[in-house]
């Protein structure tokens, strides 16, 4: 029993210290809350469907209706992608998909 319980340590201390490895060499990425609100921030709001700490798929309401989008985290940067367009989330960029230009 003494043993069993050492090697079930030991792998769980393996698993953990190298999630905590993965976190850093990653840049430390916030939480997808942390990364629903930068988005939010932009002035998008999206009613996500699923979201991570650096990116997520959602829908947006839009003047022409809803429209789903992926919004990403690419070098500190925020990218908006929807039907065949990949944008830089700019407030032009946002003003042109929610009023469906």
Do not use: K
Request: hydrophobic residues 40%; contains cysteine.
């Amino acid at each position: 029993m003494g043993r069993g319980l050492l090697v079930a340590a030991a792998v769980v201390g393996v698993i953990v210290a190298g999630s905590a490895l993965y976190w850093w060499a990653d840049g430390r990425p916030g939480t997808a809350g942390d990364f629903r609100e930068r988005v939010n921030q932009s002035g998008l709001e999206v009613e996500w469907s699923t979201s991570g700490p650096r990116g997520g798929t959602g829908t947006v309401d839009a003047d022409c209706g809803p429209i789903e989008v992926t919004v990403d985290e690419i070098d500190g940067a925020l990218w908006i992608r929807w039907a065949d367009h990949r944008e830089l989330a700019t407030s032009d960029t946002i003003d042109a998909l929610t009023s469906c230009v």
